[in-house]
Nanobody
Framework: QVQLVESGGGLVQAGGSLRLSCAASGRGFSNSNMGWFRQAPGKERNFVARISWPGDLTNYADSVKGRFTISRDNTENMVYLQMNSLKPEDTAVYYC???????????????WGQGTQVTVSS
């Protein structure tokens, strides 16, 4: 069983930056791939970024490529999402998730955090 807890969300002006953190506890962080997803009100949950174990591979949605960076600290069981040049359309609840497979499909992720709200004002 793995527990995931996100933090770092908040309100920021367009063009600003935020760093989201995801703390993992319990068994399973090792040898697992991690992803970030987001869900805006009334919309589906969408893939944002993913990182492999131990961190040599990353992949991003086209909408965030060049602005967001995913990373992990395996000694601390942490995953991060650095978000720069934020836009109003980045406003959403952001979730971190864990999977044993290398995929961007939300349905393949086995464990999810509770989410953290990111609001970007114009």
């Amino acid at each position: 069983q793995v527990q995931l807890v996100e933090s770092g969300g908040g309100l920021v002006q367009a063009g600003g930056s935020l760093r989201l953190s995801c703390a993992a506890s319990g068994r399973g962080f090792s040898n697992s791939n991690m992803g970030w997803f987001r869900q805006a009100p009334g919309k589906e949950r969408n893939f944002v970024a993913r990182i492999s174990w131990p961190g040599d591979l990353t992949n991003y949605a086209d909408s965030v490529k060049g602005r967001f960076t995913i990373s992990r600290d395996n000694t601390e069981n942490m995953v991060y999402l650095q978000m720069n040049s934020l836009k109003p359309e980045d406003t959403a609840v952001y979730y971190c998730a864990l999977t044993r497979t290398w995929t961007a499909l939300a349905t393949a992720y086995d464990y999810w955090g509770q989410g953290t709200q990111v609001t970007v004002s114009s």
